[in-house]
């Protein structure tokens, strides 16, 4: 597989397939979505973020989830400048940017961002600008985009170079897991996309999720648009009582229960994408 090359977005993206991803230097850009909504997006991508982070990346973490913003929640930030003062004009990008406690960089959405859950042209070039004057910025970029296939969720992972696709054992969320990654197939021409099973009861049970969903997939993606889909299983997050207590207090659980289950896993899969995606790039 030859796509696991940082990329900076084009003005090619205007178009429903990824922008271009050519090797180019600065962040790899990370989409990280879902089919379901509320399956652990926010809580992965801020807990990532700080993992990697302490790794010594340069991480900033975009609130793409332009309808139903939630990063500022999880992370008790309410900032005066947000992406909605640069999409109107008001801010500078630079002056959007604030600091997290996991030492990593946002850029929140902020209230006010309903008015662009719709794709417009405009919404489209914003976007856009935004994501490439960041790409050389940063070693990592973590989309946190809103679930489902609409159209502004699209746009927002066709800017990114991998995909990290989270669901949750539930049946109902591997349904919708697979419905998005076969979007990501057909429309983006994606031949390969990262899956993380949280919420889960036994540590090990994504693997056979994983290949259960690879056969499908198999079975009637691949057939239809020619070419192989391949699931890339990063790991299990348990389920674990102290990521909804975390999330209470409105604190990263990877700086106050550092060594419960949840944020052990969390690491983890920090150094698999680490050894997967980062090193040596
Ligand atoms: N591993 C876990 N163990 C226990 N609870 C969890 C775990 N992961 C997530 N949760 C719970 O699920 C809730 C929703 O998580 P989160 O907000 O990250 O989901 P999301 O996918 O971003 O949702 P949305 O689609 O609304 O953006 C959390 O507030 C937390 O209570
Ligand atoms: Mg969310």
Known sequence: MSDTSKSTPSAAASAPAPATRAAAPGAMVLAVTSGKGG???TFVSANLAA???????RVLVLDADLGLANLDVVLNLFPKTTLHDVFTGKAKLENAIHKAPGGFSVLLAGSGMVEYSRLTPQVRNEFLEVINSLVPKYDVMLLDTGAGIS???????????????????????????YATIKVLAVQQNRDHVHLVINQAMRMGDGRAITAQLQQVLDRYVGTEVGKRMRLVHLGDIPIDASVREAV??????????AGC???????????????ALLKDS
């Open 248 to 257: 209470m207090r409105r604190q990263l659980l990877l700086l106050t229960a």
């Open 51 to 57: 993992a990697l982070t302490k790794r010594g990346y």
């Open 151 to 177: 159209d502004v969720v699209l746009f927002a992972i066709s800017l990114a170079s991998e995909i990290l696709v989270v669901a949750t054992p539930e049946p109902t969320s591997l349904t919708d897991a």
């Open 261 to 275: 289950p949840a944020a052990v896993a969390v690491s983890a899969l920090a150094a698999k994408l680490d050894d």
């Open 39 to 41: 399956v652990g997006k």
